[in-house]
């Protein structure tokens, strides 16, 4: 199962709210995504018109394409229904929140994206998060040690 995650996205944001949407993708853009070449690394949503998209995200040329071929870093439009879409529009323009794409997958033959709804972290809140995720790599270092003296 092919899973693209963001892991810069729960780094720098604190994601309160994640939301699955559908993308809308060209035929040549899905071949790329199963082949793993898409990135949604430096990517972000916008709400313009009551109507969400998906900007600055990295899918690349298929290479048995031919004149068909897609624009690596096009806008793309996202599937909400419209009660989703005035919540995060009223969560983004009044609390400051910001939609941030947190992994792209497929579920059966659709891909699907999950958007999450994050606020930015501090400085101080990412070497926190830098802190833990080294103490817990010590612990499950430690662990292994443990078991592979004991012979498992």
């Keep these: ?89 009223d969560k983004v323009e009044i609390s400051g929140y910001t939609l941030v794409p947190i992994k792209l997958y497929f579920k059966g033959n659709k891909v699907k994206l999950l958007l999450g709804l994050g606020k930015g972290k501090k400085n101080y809140d990412k070497r926190e998060s830098m802190k833990e995720r080294d103490i817990k790599r010590e612990i499950n270092k430690s662990l292994i040690e443990k078991n592979i003296k004991k012979g498992f």
């Design 1 to 89: 199962m092919i899973e693209i995650k963001n892991k810069k996205a729960t780094f720098d944001y604190f994601i309160e709210e994640e939301i699955e949407c559908g993308i809308v993708l060209k035929g040549t853009e899905i071949k790329s995504i199963r082949n793993g070449l898409a990135n949604i690394k430096d990517c972000y949503a916008i709400i313009k018109n009551n109507e969400v998209f998906l900007l600055n995200m990295f899918i690349a040329k298929y290479e048995d394409a031919s004149i068909f071929n897609h624009d690596e870093r096009r806008t793309r439009k996202l599937l909400l229904n419209k009660k989703e879409i005035l919540k995060l529009r």
